[in-house]
């Protein structure tokens, strides 16, 4: 049975939707249970059940990681011989077998500092960043392309031939065009949808693997 919101409060209609689909969604209650900082583990950990990016000993990096629920997934399964560095201009509050970096990825210092921390290049990067919506769906389809599209140069940058890159991107058009640069770098490319990105969500994901090195 669906749960209300109590009234009393002033809130836009958009506020409300958004309060409403949060109490009501199975993803929120069981990352409350189970001790995740957000319902967005469940994506990563989804992905991953199906495709097995994050192999022990693993050396990850999560791009925009706040608040943090990629991380400790990826912390997770990496295990005690994997890294896992986390970078945000944001705070973060420690995550057990995660070094953070609160530090802009775009930053020219960033590649440099990532593999000092890694010890090397990466095996993975991941990248659920989006920027705040305007509730402008073309415009937030723009922003949150803006933020793929420097992701995937820092991953061609970052990572080790081999290896793989995971963004979050909007449906709207662009989309195609980042697909198509990423299959020149990487010997597969696909676009995937985990059961924890809600259905009615143009949210997707791009996940490239088998990096073919700099050129």
């Not at 989804?46 to 990850?60: C, F, M, T």
């Not at 995550?95 to 993975?124: M, N, R, S, W, Y």
């Amino acid at each position: 049975m669906a749960r209300r919101l109590k009234p009393g409060k002033q809130r836009s209609a958009s506020s409300r939707a958004w309060l409403t689909r949060q109490i009501n969604d199975p993803y929120v209650a069981r990352a409350k249970r189970e001790g995740f900082r957000s319902r967005a583990a469940y994506k990563l950990a989804e992905i991953d059940d199906k495709y097995h990016l994050l192999q022990p000993g693993a050396r990850v990096v999560d791009l925009g990681a706040a608040p943090g629920g990629w991380s400790e997934i990826a912390a997770r399964r990496v295990g005690p011989r994997g890294r896992v560095v986390a970078l945000d201009i944001l705070d973060l509050k420690p995550i057990a077998g995660v070094e953070f970096l609160q530090l802009d990825f775009l930053d020219e210092t960033a590649p440099a500092k990532l593999k000092d921390l890694l010890g090397g290049q990466a095996d993975v990067v991941l990248s659920d960043m989006a920027a705040n919506a305007t509730g402008h769906r073309q415009t937030d389809h723009l922003r949150i392309m803006a933020l793929a599209e420097a992701a995937a140069l820092f991953a061609r940058e970052a990572l080790a031939p081999g290896g793989a890159f995971l963004c979050k991107v909007l449906q709207g058009g662009l989309e195609a065009g980042l697909l198509a640069e990423l299959k020149r770098d990487f010997e597969t490319v696909k676009h995937v949808k985990p059961p924890a990105s809600r259905a009615d969500s143009a949210e997707l994901y791009l996940l490239a693997r088998g990096f073919r090195g700099g050129r």
